[in-house]
């Protein structure tokens, strides 16, 4: 599939995958860090993440998010979102996100149906409410930016932005302790005109490859006109 201009398809050595990364504090040295805070920027994905992400599809990413395996080149995600429009940083890509959303990747189907997007969400302490704990919130948004995002794809390519979420329903089922990476997946159930419907998952990977789910979502997305 063709991807249009703004959007980045980033195939990466799997190997890159498990290395650490930083959430906040980009180009500050990190000997002048306090302790806390360089374990709260320092992560280390699950084994999973390297073994499973293969199956997952195409990766891709956009300018206005901020890139895990980018670490050691420069890329100035700042200047990019003020040049184009916004505001802030991203509430689910950025690196000081309190819910980090990373490597997605994209496995279309013909007609739309069936289209599956898979990716990571790391709950840092950021997102933390009951003591040790993330908010219910935090899942909600966590779904929220799965099912748009999986809309997007419905026509065979990345439309970026080119719907809004417009109803979900999420079934929060398990709690998600502080500093936990989930696999979060979007798969599109129906679409018909400018409506797409999308199901959501947030599991828990265990070490004999099982699943656990702690959240689930029922989607609905209305794509602009002419898209």
């Known amino acids: 599939m063709t991807l249009p201009t703004n959007v980045l398809s980033t195939p990466r050595d799997k190997t890159q995958v498990s290395t650490s990364v930083d959430h906040r504090g980009e180009g500050i040295p990190r000997q002048q860090l306090s302790p806390s805070t360089a374990l709260v920027l320092k992560r ?3 084994s999973w993440v390297k073994e499973q992400m293969h199956q ?9 998010w901020d890139d895990d395996e980018d670490v050691d080149e420069e ?5 990019y979102r003020s040049s184009h429009g916004w505001k802030g940083r991203d509430l689910c890509h950025s690196k000081s996100s309190p819910v980090r959303i990373s490597h997605y990747a994209i496995q279309y189907a013909d007609g739309g149906v069936g289209t599956t997007l898979t990716g990571i969400a790391h709950f840092t302490t950021q997102a933390e409410s009951h003591a040790g704990y993330c ?8 779904m929220d930016d799965i099912v748009g995002w999986t809309a997007f ?3 065979g390519s990345c439309l970026a932005w080119s719907g809004f979420t417009a109803q ?20 599109v159930v129906g679409w018909e005109g400018r409506k797409v419907w999308v199901d959501a998952s947030l599991l828990d990977v265990q070490e004999d490859d099982n699943e656990s789910i702690h959240c689930t979502a029922e989607g609905l997305v209305i794509l602009k006109r002419g898209h």
């Open 44 to 46: 280390s994905l699950p």
């Open 75 to 79: 890329n100035d995600v700042d200047t």
């Open 168 to 187: 979900i329903n999420v079934s929060l089922k398990r709690p998600i302790a502080v500093g936990t990476c989930l696999k979060i997946v979007g798969k």
């Open 153 to 155: 794809h419905v026509t």
């Open 56 to 64: 997952w599809g195409e990766r891709f990413c956009l300018p206005e």
């Open 135 to 142: 908010h219910g919130g935090s899942m909600t948004s966590v």
